[in-house]
């Protein structure tokens, strides 16, 4: 349901509490009181059978018996009473309940279940249950049981434990530190993380979204909901458990190599969410997203009066992944005249203990005008030399000088060591964040340098895939349904051949051999070549066959390979007695002795689904632990992505006499077994290790492929059942004609077809593109195509019709869900020499067929008046046109699906 209803549950004009008695401990009576003592100016009613009055506050005998519907209900009653309360209140017209009670249950026949079930009915929205409730501190909101009500602010906080919330309630309040609201979210059998990420980031008063997680329930929908939170504003998590063990059984060295968390930290980094570890953490990266937001790179410059404190920045900044900034020749000819000689003459500028406020100016005038920094660090240590606020202020003077230059602005932090807090109160006031210590300096700084990434990747464009890059989608579902036909779970080698070459993913070819006469026939003809050959015992029920000395290494001969077949199957007979043995599988011996071995695979994580896995590889890689995560689909900018996350692609590059790796085929690689994992749910975890990488290319030397049924694991619109991010929907491509009999390819967009919106446009009349948008357009930057090319097909989707003979891009057309996914708003725009020539009725007819297979009820659009074409279209294909009744220029366009 998403956002609806919520603007109810954060500005309601009335509130009763269900539940509240004369008890001390009485969770609804601290509710009455919050809500009376925060000054809550609406009414405030009480439901209670057993009271007249509580607080001086008159009580109804029951819902019915109260005078309104009012808008939110807060309830703090047993268990049992639970349900009939939501169902009396849903009837009543109440929009909004907030559930305090815990012990609900969880499932289906629970207590929580008939709650959400009753609350569904009646479109009323729940908060909790075993939730703190909701604060909104701007509106005097105080509908929880906190201690005390924290300032209003601008950030928001979303916390899944109620214990966290108050904490952190008192925490900032202690620092000064205020909220536009703080949500309480408990069991969220409704309103969860997804719901409220899509309401505060179109929420004004919202600057920031802070976020407390211990776990996500809807993977999915939590994802498509942060993608497109973190867009419009900074959002930042804490999640708990970072060390819990989530890999103890794995199967697969992929499987161990993909714990719990690092799954979530994979999710997150692809949302676009920046992670902290703990809650000083949280805050601090706060403070420096609210003051600032705008960065170009990663350089630091370092300007203090003390060496010490410089050299400790420079360490915490190598420690965290920034850069040292080198200063230009031009700056350095600069401070040599600016300042004394016994200044540093390197980065960090060290301008003596003695610097007085006009040195810090000069210094801190030259590195802000330095090309070669991308920010400024000012740093001071308190002397009796010269006055620490009079360098503050001089620091604040000529960072707003430089303000006013928006093109040359970069961002100042500032350190100022035992600082007043006159000087604190100045840099606040001059929207300049500052800082107990260098550390915390350098860790906002890098703050800042990790939300800029973040930023770019989500808006990144992609590089094309290969053009030879085919699936074999119809070669390879066979191979995984025969298997699952006869009850198995891994598919053997000589399936995993068959599969791999299906989607051009190179391995060690296999046979079969049934004995020992099979395997020496199977392997002469590498023998023949001088290739020597690698036995491995087949058998559904042996995964890790070295265990059981079911390998075979390096067999030049014959003779070899016959004695090393009978032996294999002998002792894998006598260590699993129980095992079905089908035979031997005959391998080439793969020899590249400059090749790097890798490991790349696929995890099946409960919550997120598959995870692609890429890291260092061999027989030790547990111990390693060399490897980086990311969710699926990938493209090849992610994948790149992926691989420098990890130690193992230094050596990747050249190094003394070694050749560098292919690193487009090892991405290419990723990427191809992200499609795979995509086109065939079926597969649950997939283990290539190791995988040889040198100039060449790469090859899978062994693997592993693990299978099962495929089962509808999350909600929401159709797409691949257990990704947690719906892939490209490949099944919506369309190869069609136009009425003049051009051939035209209608299909989704995509991240990589930014390139084509250029031409596109530039072929669109200034009145045309008027008429789409509303307004002029003269300019297209990448940020403005890529919010058109960057979609999440699992709330929005857009088909451009290609010219088949060119490559051409002729039209789009694009549909965005609502928050209720019941309905959605469309917008088309045709090249403006193809109007009239049958694209545009194609493509509506298209995204119309779209939203009804996803269940939509209508869709609709916004027309200008003056746009007869498209109300003379929108009439012939039966939509219901009404003027807009807020602009006398508009008219409103509404198809019943």
Same mark, same amino acid.
Request: proline share 6%; aromatic share 6%.
């Given at each position: 349901?998403?956002?609806?209803?919520?603007?109810?549950?954060?500005?309601?004009?009335?509130?009763?509490?269900?539940?509240?008695?004369?008890?001390?401990?009485?969770?609804?009576?601290?509710?009455?009181?919050?809500?009376?003592?925060?000054?809550?100016?609406?009414?405030?009613?009480?439901?209670?059978?057993?009271?007249?009055?509580?607080?001086?506050?008159?009580?109804?005998?029951?819902?019915?018996?109260?005078?309104?519907?009012?808008?939110?209900?807060?309830?703090?009653?047993?268990?049992?009473?639970?349900?009939?309360?939501?169902?009396?209140?849903?009837?009543?017209?109440?929009?909004?309940?907030?559930?305090?009670?815990?012990?609900?249950?969880?499932?289906?026949?629970?207590?929580?279940?008939?709650?959400?079930?009753?609350?569904?009915?009646?479109?009323?929205?729940?908060?909790?249950?075993?939730?703190?409730?909701?604060?909104?501190?701007?509106?005097?909101?105080?509908?929880?049981?906190?201690?005390?009500?924290?300032?209003?602010?601008?950030?928001?906080?979303?916390?899944?434990?109620?214990?966290?919330?108050?904490?952190?309630?008192?925490?900032?309040?202690?620092?000064?530190?205020?909220?536009?609201?703080?949500?309480?979210?408990?069991?969220?059998?409704?309103?969860?993380?997804?719901?409220?990420?899509?309401?505060?980031?179109?929420?004004?008063?919202?600057?920031?979204?802070?976020?407390?997680?211990?776990?996500?329930?809807?993977?999915?929908?939590?994802?498509?909901?942060?993608?497109?939170?973190?867009?419009?504003?900074?959002?930042?998590?804490?999640?708990?458990?970072?060390?819990?063990?989530?890999?103890?059984?794995?199967l697969t060295h992929t499987g161990a190599l993909?714990?719990?968390?690092?799954?979530?930290?994979?999710?997150?980094?692809?949302?676009?969410? $920046?992670?902290? $570890?703990?809650?000083?953490?949280?805050?601090?990266?706060?403070?420096?997203?609210?003051?600032?937001?705008?960065?170009?790179?990663?350089?630091?410059?370092?300007?203090?009066?003390?060496?010490?404190?410089?050299?400790?920045?420079?360490?915490?900044?190598?420690?965290?992944?920034?850069?040292?900034?080198?200063?230009?020749?031009?700056?350095?000819?600069?401070?040599?005249?600016?300042?004394?000689?016994?200044?540093?003459?390197?980065?960090?500028?060290?301008?003596?203990?003695?610097?007085?406020?006009?040195?810090?100016?000069?210094?801190?005038?030259?590195?802000?005008?330095?090309?070669?920094?991308?920010?400024?660090?000012?740093?001071?240590?308190?002397?009796?030399?010269?006055?620490?606020?009079?360098?503050?202020?001089?620091?604040?003077?000529?960072?707003?000088?430089?303000?006013?230059?928006?093109?040359?602005?970069?961002?100042?932090?500032?350190?100022?060591?035992?600082?007043?807090?006159?000087?604190?109160?100045?840099?606040?006031?001059?929207?300049?964040?500052?800082?107990?210590?260098?550390?915390?300096?350098?860790?906002?700084?890098?703050?800042?340098?990790?939300?800029?990434?973040?930023?770019?990747?989500?808006?990144?464009?992609?590089?094309?895939?290969?053009?030879?890059?085919?699936?074999?989608?119809?070669?390879?579902?066979?191979?995984?349904?025969?298997?699952?036909?006869?009850?198995?779970?891994?598919?053997?080698?000589?399936?995993?051949?068959?599969?791999?070459?299906?989607?051009?993913?190179?391995?060690?070819?296999?046979?079969?051999?049934?004995?020992?006469?099979?395997?020496?026939?199977?392997?002469?003809?590498?023998?023949?070549?001088?290739?020597?050959?690698?036995?491995?015992?087949?058998?559904?029920?042996?995964?890790?066959?070295?265990?059981?000395?079911?390998?075979?290494?390096?067999?030049?001969?014959?003779?070899?390979?016959?004695?090393?077949?009978?032996?294999?199957?002998?002792?894998?007979?006598?260590?699993?007695?129980?095992?079905?043995?089908?035979?031997?599988?005959?391998?080439?011996?793969?020899?590249?002795?400059?090749?790097?071995?890798?490991?790349?695979?696929?995890?099946?994580?409960?919550?997120?689904?598959?995870?692609?896995?890429?890291?260092?590889?061999?027989?030790?890689?547990?111990?390693?632990?060399?490897?980086?995560?990311?969710l699926p689909p990938l493209d090849l900018e992610?994948?790149?992505?992926?691989?420098?996350?990890?130690?193992?692609?230094?050596?990747?590059?050249?190094?003394?006499?070694?050749?560098?790796?292919?690193?487009?085929?090892?991405?290419?690689?990723?990427?191809?077994?992200?499609?795979?994992?995509?086109?065939?749910?079926?597969?649950?975890?997939?283990?290539?290790?190791?995988?040889?990488?040198?100039?060449?290319?790469v090859v899978a030397v062994d693997a592993r492929?693990?299978?099962?049924?495929?089962?509808?694991?999350?909600?929401?619109?159709?797409?691949?059942?257990?990704?947690?991010?719906?892939?490209?929907?490949?099944?919506?491509?369309?190869?069609?004609?136009?009425?003049?009999?051009?051939?035209?390819?209608?299909?989704?967009?995509?991240?990589?077809?930014?390139?084509?919106?250029?031409?596109?446009?530039?072929?669109?009349?200034?009145?045309?593109?008027?008429?789409?948008?509303?307004?002029?357009?003269?300019?297209?930057?990448?940020?403005?195509?890529?919010?058109?090319?960057?979609?999440?097909?699992?709330?929005?989707?857009?088909?451009?019709?290609?010219?088949?003979?060119?490559?051409?891009? $002729?039209?789009?057309?694009?549909?965005?869900?609502?928050?209720?996914?019941?309905?959605?708003?469309?917008?088309?725009?045709?090249?403006?020499?193809?109007?009239?020539?049958?694209?545009?009725?194609?493509?509506?007819?298209?995204?119309?067929?779209?939203?009804?297979?996803?269940?939509?009820?209508?869709?609709?659009?916004?027309?200008?008046?003056?746009?007869?074409?498209?109300?003379?279209?929108?009439?012939?294909?039966?939509?219901?046109?009404?003027?807009?009744?807020?602009?006398?220029?508009?008219?409103?366009?509404?198809?019943?699906?």
């Open positions: 349901m998403s956002t609806y209803r919520l603007n109810k549950l954060f500005s309601p004009r009335s509130i009763v509490v269900v539940g509240a008695s004369p008890r001390a401990t009485s969770p609804g009576r601290a509710v009455l009181r919050n809500l009376r003592g925060g000054g809550f100016a609406g009414a405030i009613h009480l439901v209670n059978p057993h009271y007249e009055t509580i607080e001086d506050v008159r009580a109804a005998k029951s819902y019915d018996d109260l005078p309104e519907a009012p808008d939110v209900v807060v309830i703090g009653v047993p268990p049992p009473a639970i349900p009939s309360i939501v169902a009396a209140a849903g009837a009543k017209g109440t929009a909004a309940g907030i559930i305090l009670t815990a012990g609900l249950g969880h499932g289906p026949g629970s207590l929580a279940d008939a709650c959400e079930k009753a609350a569904r009915a009646a479109g009323m929205r729940l908060v909790g249950p075993n939730c703190l409730g909701v604060l909104v501190p701007g509106s005097k909101l105080n509908a929880s049981f906190a201690a005390s009500m924290p300032r209003p602010g601008d950030l928001a906080l979303i916390s899944q434990s109620g214990a966290i919330a108050t904490g952190l309630v008192e925490w900032a309040s202690a620092r000064g530190i205020g909220f536009s609201a703080i949500v309480s979210i408990g069991d969220s059998i409704d309103v969860d993380f997804a719901d409220l990420l899509d309401f505060f980031a179109l929420d004004r008063g919202t600057r920031a979204i802070l976020l407390y997680i211990e776990s996500i329930r809807d993977a999915r929908k939590f994802m498509s909901a942060a993608r497109a939170a973190a867009r419009a504003k900074p959002v930042l998590v804490v999640k708990s458990g970072r060390h819990a063990q989530g890999a103890k059984a794995a993909a714990g719990a968390d690092a799954v979530y930290d994979a999710a997150f980094r692809r949302a676009g969410l $920046l992670r902290v $570890l703990d809650l000083d953490e949280l805050f601090a990266a706060a403070e420096t997203l609210g003051h600032l937001t705008k960065l170009s790179g990663k350089r630091l410059a370092l300007l203090t009066n003390g060496g010490g404190i410089g050299v400790m920045a420079v360490d915490r900044l190598a420690d965290l992944g920034g850069e040292l900034a080198e200063l230009s020749p031009d700056t350095m000819k600069t401070l040599d005249a600016a300042l004394p000689p016994i200044w540093s003459r390197a980065n960090p500028v060290d301008i003596a203990g003695d610097a007085d406020d006009a040195r810090y100016a000069a210094a801190l005038e030259q590195l802000l005008d330095d090309g070669q920094n991308d920010a400024v660090l000012v740093m001071n240590v308190p002397t009796a030399l010269a006055s620490a606020l009079d360098a503050a202020k001089s620091v604040i003077a000529v960072t707003e000088r430089h303000r006013r230059q928006p093109a040359a602005a970069k961002p100042v932090f500032a350190v100022w060591i035992g600082g007043s807090d006159a000087a604190s109160a100045a840099f606040d006031m001059a929207n300049i964040p500052s800082y107990a210590t260098e550390s915390d300096a350098v860790g906002g700084f890098m703050h800042l340098v990790q939300y800029r990434e973040s930023r770019e990747l989500l808006m990144a464009t992609p590089p094309s895939l290969p053009q030879d890059f085919a699936p074999n989608v119809t070669a390879a579902r066979p191979v995984i349904e025969a298997a699952l036909r006869a009850g198995r779970t891994w598919l053997d080698p000589i399936e995993m051949t068959r599969l791999f070459s299906a989607y051009g993913i190179a391995v060690t070819p296999a046979t079969l051999a049934r004995d020992a006469d099979e395997a020496v026939a199977a392997a002469r003809p590498y023998l023949e070549e001088g290739v020597a050959v690698v036995l491995k015992v087949l058998s559904p029920d042996i995964v890790h066959k070295s265990e059981v000395g079911g390998v075979r290494l390096n067999l030049t001969t014959e003779r070899a390979v016959r004695e090393a077949a009978a032996d294999v199957l002998s002792r894998a007979r006598a260590a699993k007695p129980e095992a079905r043995i089908t035979g031997v599988t005959v391998f080439p011996m793969i020899v590249r002795p400059k090749a790097r071995e890798l490991i790349v695979g696929v995890a099946d994580d409960p919550t997120f689904g598959p995870v692609i896995v890429f890291g260092q590889g061999g027989t030790a890689v547990e111990v390693i632990s060399d490897k980086a995560l990311a992610l994948a790149r992505g992926l691989i420098a996350r990890t130690r193992v692609s230094r050596i990747l590059k050249a190094y003394r006499n070694v050749p560098a790796a292919d690193e487009r085929a090892v991405e290419l690689l990723l990427v191809k077994l992200a499609q795979l994992v995509a086109d065939c749910p079926e597969i649950r975890e997939i283990d290539l290790n190791p995988v040889l990488a040198d100039e060449t290319g492929v693990s299978i099962a049924p495929v089962q509808k694991l999350r909600r929401g619109p159709s797409g691949h059942p257990r990704f947690a991010i719906r892939p490209y929907p490949k099944e919506w491509e369309r190869h069609m004609r136009l009425p003049d009999g051009t051939a035209i390819f209608l299909r989704p967009i995509r991240p990589e077809d930014e390139p084509l919106y250029g031409p596109f446009l530039a072929a669109v009349t200034a009145e045309d593109l008027r008429l789409r948008f509303f307004a002029p357009l003269k300019e297209f930057s990448h940020a403005f195509i890529a919010r058109f090319t960057q979609i999440d097909y699992a709330r929005a989707m857009a088909f451009i019709a290609i010219k088949e003979a060119t490559g051409e891009m $002729l039209g789009v057309v694009r549909l965005h869900a609502k928050p209720d996914y019941a309905s959605g708003e469309y917008a088309i725009l045709v090249r403006s020499d193809l109007k009239g020539h049958g694209l545009g009725w194609l493509m509506m007819q298209m995204i119309i067929d779209y939203a009804r297979a996803e269940g939509f009820g209508t869709i609709e659009g916004e027309v200008l008046h003056d746009n007869a074409a498209m109300l003379r279209m929108c009439e012939e294909f039966g939509f219901a046109i009404s003027h807009d009744p807020d602009d006398p220029h508009i008219s409103v366009v509404k198809l019943s699906l």
